[in-house]
């Protein structure tokens, strides 16, 4: 009989195995372009999405020299939540860091963002549409509305129902490393591979 362990690690691979890697590059290439406009990369998530964000946003800026940023300041993240609610406070991050069309959002979500879940991020979609910004997406599920609107968007495989958000979320890493080290994107070398 197949132990936990067993099945969860088969399942991250088969996961793995059935990304595209097409949707991955062309997330490099304009994540490549982003930087070549000089553009701030805004990353948005919940729960382990939001640590994955401020993972990456910390990766971009010092491998990639891509300006970058998380929802990391929890007085800014709390006082939008309570002067406007739960569900504009992504998009009151983006208008008050000053997200501009040259910008770009990248949607870190299981789900997407949708009518009922994660509206935060079906807010801040919105607002990132309607001033221009780039949108990109790795996501699960179907995509949600970040896969709808999105110019680039990862959908990560639904394999086991059971399993959506783990499953996503660690793709979510392995791809947010994938892109870091990217030739396209990579500028400095992480500390342990510039060890001789």
Not at 7 to 20: D, H, S
Not at 22 to 37: K, Q, S, V, Y
Not at 86 to 100: G, M, P, Q, T
Not at 119 to 148: K, P, Q, W
Request: hydrophobic content about 45%; proline content about 3%.
């Amino acid at each position: 009989m197949q132990t936990y362990s067993e099945r969860y690690l088969e399942g991250i691979r088969k996961v793995v195995a059935g990304l595209n890697p097409e949707a991955i590059e062309t997330i490099a290439e304009t994540l490549a372009g982003l930087r070549e406009l000089g553009g701030c990369l805004f990353i948005a998530g919940n729960g382990g999405s939001a640590a994955n964000a401020s993972h990456a946003a910390a990766d971009f800026r010092k491998l990639c020299g891509i300006q970058a940023c998380s929802m990391d300041n929890m007085a800014e993240l709390t006082a939008s939540a309570n002067d406007s609610g739960w569900e504009l406070a992504v998009r009151d991050w983006l208008v008050f860091n000053h997200a501009i069309s040259m910008d770009a959002l990248l949607v870190l979500s299981v789900g997407g963002g949708g009518a009922e879940v994660s509206v935060n991020i079906t807010r801040a979609l919105a607002y990132a549409a309607e001033i221009g910004m780039i949108i990109l997406g790795i996501v699960g599920r179907d995509g949600g509305e970040t896969a709808r609107v999105a110019d680039a968007c990862l959908v990560v495989p639904t394999l086991d129902p059971s399993l959506v958000t783990p499953h996503t979320e660690s793709a979510q890493s392995i791809v947010l490393h994938l892109l870091c080290t990217h030739p396209r994107l990579q500028l400095t070398q992480a500390k342990w591979e510039s060890v001789q």
